[in-house]
């Protein structure tokens, strides 16, 4: 009878490389999000994008200063 060992650790080791995977992407998608908010406040200062792409995008209220936010974001 042939011994299923070697067959087990590469099932084991495949798996383990996708939960290792998964992790990795889920904790590099916040990082993400920030450089996408510093990127979208550093068109606007450049006027490549204006005020209501600014709001839609940053999904900020309208009364607030979008001036402020920006530099909130760009400060952390």
Do not use: W
Request: aromatic share 6%; proline share 4%.
């Amino acid at each position: 009878m042939r011994s299923n060992f070697r067959p087990n650790i590469r099932l084991a080791t495949n798996i383990l490389l996708v939960i290792g995977t998964f992790a990795i992407a889920l904790e590099i998608a916040p990082i993400a999000e920030v450089y996408q908010e510093k990127k979208i406040c550093i068109k606007y200062f450049k006027h490549q994008i204006d005020l209501d792409k600014l709001i839609k995008r940053l999904k900020i209220v309208k009364q607030i200063n979008p001036s402020s936010v920006c530099d909130s974001i760009l400060k952390s």
